[in-house]
Structures are given as structure tokens and as C-alpha cells.
């Protein structure tokens, strides 16, 4: 596995290798299993697997946890080593943003709910690295989690929007056995707090069982979601929704694709996840 | 010379010429000598010459001239194929900026000053486009006139700042042999506005000189300066200004690479025009 930190060595690479066809996985390190099986179906997928480390201090808001985010740089690489990562692409952080960078990428409408509300520079920052990354890389595809669900949704619109020249892949959320989604933020958890977690996910199921059973009121579902998210957990939820899988309107009536999104706090510590379901067709 | 309207029809031309070494020059149509010069330049370096012509309503305010920006498409089709241009790209609206179209690319500090402030959103509106464009055409290589100054600048600004993998090609102003820069919207002049339209060209002329000469004091500078293009013409000043030809930063004292900026109103038409100049080394 080749390791590159500057981009003029990547930009190099990346001209001696026009012809491969390139599967890339962004990451911010600290990686867990669902990176890895980003990293499997790109590898399936794609002649030459590209993953990224970069903490990108842009998406991060001035109270969030950027200085102390998890950056376990020798087991990221040797894991990425051993799951058959050609390339493994580490930029600095002053050579990918000079003192003269002043660019920036939005994608306004799909940006301001949920966690756009939450936090207001978040998606601008994750559009504009993701933008550097796939002019760089220039992959046939990349892979994204479904765990940042309105994450994803939004770089698919940029990568629309800006004729990018790659196709964005969805690949779904891993979950440990009793139901957390896989985070680089769940190291951040308290044994005590881990339990609380489960909250989240489980209000999460809930909601899909609910609507599955072709109960339609989505106000009486999200009460029935809250209670459980919150029974017995200190956990303070910022959304519990069920909104338009395609552009997170949120719904009153189940119809269509959905998707359940949900953040909550646990202390300092945010989650998301959200789960998506159909509406049971009429018998 | 082929001509595609299609963004797939496009992309798909764009794969099968993989290895070629492009040359793009994005335009608005309304093809003058200016724009000639570009090609011939691309001509010159390149083995396949693309143009657009694309009318972008991004980069106009509410109310500027979009509606009736020239389209004299059949001259300038006639025109790019005796000039040797291999591909004329013309994008359809609808498809460029389809319903769903929120994205937006912004260069936050060069766009703030000058056309900026007199056209709020026009930059934003200019580096969308071209984004789009750079992304689609994939050139080695985009030929810019100096006439739009500031976009030059804000464009290199942007291929910097976003990894964009081409080369930025400024392009000596063409000039009528009375001074007057080329432009598409001299047609709007009428003959005694085409006189008085000489107001802008002579006063940056005569700024240059004066700073040849080894004159300092900006303020001075500017006042002949704007003596000469209000004399005897109904010209409007909107700004004259001797800049730091790097950053646009406004001087107080000549020195190093300068840009002078002029931009001025005749009735409803606005003009703008820029000359380069180094100080003189102190003798």
C-alpha cells in the first residue's frame, strides 16, 4: 500500500494511473467496521481502492470536538494495509486549505434541515472537501455511509449539480449486534452511556414497525418513537422524523420512501442515525 | 466541427477522447475578436479545441440585460467552424440547471471588491458555471481574456482552491485601434456613446503613463485619471482604482504588479475596462 501526503504527489499517481478504474472511500480516520465494508465494496467493485484520512477542520463548528477527535494513525493504516487499500491518501491540513483558500461549495436546500439546523457549517464544510477530494482522485466511484444519510443525500446533489464526473454509492449502515450504529464517535461513550445509546436505534425500529404495520399518523408515530428513545435514558433528542427519503421534507402521512432520522445528545456526545422504509403497499 | 447540446452527449464524446490535450474556451456567444484571439491561443497549444456558448442567468442580476444579451447563433457557429474549433458545446437551460438545480460555488474574498460590490451575485454565478464546465470538458488548459480582469483572477482563485485539474490561461485584451476593449456589449453603444465609451480605455492609458513616469501617490493619480474620462463625455464612474494586481487589494502608493480597474455607466450600459502596469525600478 502506497501511503502520499502531498497533493502533488497524489495529482502525480494519479496521471500515471488514467486508465484504472478507481473506487474511493473518504474517511476522517478512526476507523471502524463500517468503514471497512465501504473499503470491501469498492474493492469488488474497482480495479484501484483510494481511502482518504483527512480531519476536516471545515465541517467541524467552533464548539464541536475537531482537536479531539479520534486520530489512531497507525492502526488506520495498517488496517487499511491489510483490506487491500492500494492508496492511501493522508493530505496536511495546510497544504489542502493555504492561508489564501477562499472557496467554498454549498448545496443550499438539502443542507438546512436536520443537521443543517444543528449545525449551520457543517454540510458547507463536508461539500468542500468532498468537491478537493473527487477533483483529486477523480473516481469512478466513491462510497458513502448510509449512517450520514442526509450527508449522503447531499453530495449525490453535488455531485449532480456539478457534473462530477463519479457515481456516488450507498452502502448501509453496520450496526453492533444489540442495534448501535457504528460511529468514530461511539469511542467517546461511557459504558453507562453506551446502554443509553441503544435508545436511538431502538425508537428507530420502532417507527419501521409501526409503519410497516400501515399505521400512518406520523405524529402518533414519532410520540410512540420518543417514548422509547427516551424511557429510562438520559438521552436528549434533538429530531426524531420521518420525512421523504428523497429530499427530507418531513411527512404528517406515511407515504412513499421514507426515511426515520433521528440525533440525540448523551452529555457532549451527539448521535445520528436513521433507518429507511417503505410504506406497506394497500391490501 | 461538431456541435452538442446534450450534457450526456457531452460526456459520452468527452470519454473517447481520453488522451486528447484540450483546449476550452467557455464564452456567452456574441463572438468578437476577442473571443478569436482565445481560440487561436487554444488552437495554437492544444490538439482539440472546445468552445461553449452558453448565456449562464446565474451570473446576471435581477436587473441586468439576461433577456436581451445578444444570441447571434448562426454567425457564431459560422464564425468558431472557420476558426478551427473542433467541438461547440451549447448546453440547454433546463438541462444545465434542472428544477431540483441548489448548488452553489463561491471565491469568497477576491469576489467581494469591485464588479463584487456593483454585482452582488455575479461571481458566484461565473464560478458555478464554470465548475460545471471544468467538470464536463475536463481541459488541460481554459483561456480567459484579461478584459474581465476580476473573474481572471477569481477563476485561478478557484481551480487553486478546488483541485481542479486544469491550467488557467490569461489572454491579452483585444483592443478597436482607438482604444475601446472588445466586448459583446459594445453592440449596445450607439454611436455617440461609442465616443464617449474611448473615456474609460484613455483614462487607464493615461494612469499607466503616469506611473511609468514614476508617479506615486495613488490619490493623484486617480483624480487625473478621472478628469480624463468624465472630459466632455456623460460617462458615470463607478470605480477607478489602482489595485495590487495580485489580490485587488486598493493602494495608496504605486508599487510592485498593478492592476488599474475601471468600470463606468453610459445610460444603461456599463463598461469595464483594466490595464496591467509594473513600477518603474527607483534609478
Not at 465494496?41 to 482537536?67: M, W, Y
Not at 424511557?231 to 426524531?240: N, R
Not at 421514507?258 to 403497499?281: C, E, S, Y
Request: with cysteine; glycine share 8%; net charge positive.
Amino acid at each position: 500500500m502506497r501511503i502520499i501526503r502531498s497533493i502533488r504527489g497524489l495529482q502525480g499517481w494519479r496521471r500515471k494511473h488514467e486508465n484504472q478504474i478507481i473506487g474511493f472511500v473518504p474517511t476522517m480516520g478512526a476507523l471502524h467496521e463500517g468503514h471497512f465494508s465501504l473499503i470491501r465494496q469498492a474493492r469488488k467493485h474497482c480495479s484501484t481502492v483510494i481511502v482518504s484520512i483527512f480531519v476536516n477542520p471545515l465541517q467541524f463548528g467552533p464548539s464541536e470536538d475537531f482537536s479531539k477527535y479520534p486520530r489512531p494513525v497507525k492502526s488506520d493504516q495498517q488496517w487499511c494495509r491489510e483490506s487491500g487499500v492500494d492508496l492511501l491518501f493522508c493530505p496536511l491540513s495546510e497544504e489542502f486549505y493555504p492561508q489564501d483558500f477562499q472557496s467554498a461549495v454549498s448545496v443550499n436546500r438539502l443542507s438546512q434541515r436536520w443537521e443543517g439546523e444543528a449545525r449551520p457549517t457543517h454540510f458547507d464544510g463536508v461539500t468542500t472537501v468532498v468537491t478537493k477530494l473527487l477533483n483529486l482522485v477523480r473516481p469512478s466511484q466513491a462510497y458513502f455511509g448510509q449512517k450520514d444519510y442526509q450527508q449522503l443525500l447531499v453530495i449525490k446533489q453535488l455531485v449532480q449539480d456539478l457534473n462530477i464526473d463519479t457515481k456516488i454509492v450507498r452502502c448501509s449502515t453496520i450496526r453492533e449486534s444489540d442495534g448501535l450504529a457504528l460511529s468514530s464517535r461511539n469511542r467517546y461513550l461511557s459504558e453507562n452511556q453506551r446502554r443509553q445509546a441503544l435508545g436511538l436505534s431502538a425508537a428507530l425500529r420502532h417507527g419501521v414497525q409501526l409503519i410497516k404495520l400501515g399505521k400512518q399518523g406520523v405524529r402518533g408515530i414519532q410520540r410512540e418513537m420518543k417514548k422509547i428513545a427516551t424511557k429510562s435514558t438520559g438521552m436528549d433528542i434533538e429530531y426524531l422524523t420521518i420525512c421523504d427519503a428523497n429530499n427530507l421534507e418531513p411527512l404528517t402521512l406515511a407515504k412513499g420512501n421514507m426515511v426515520l432520522l433521528g440525533a440525540a445528545r448523551l452529555g457532549d456526545i451527539r448521535l445520528i442515525d436513521n433507518m429507511l422504509v417503505k410504506a406497506p403497499k394497500k391490501s
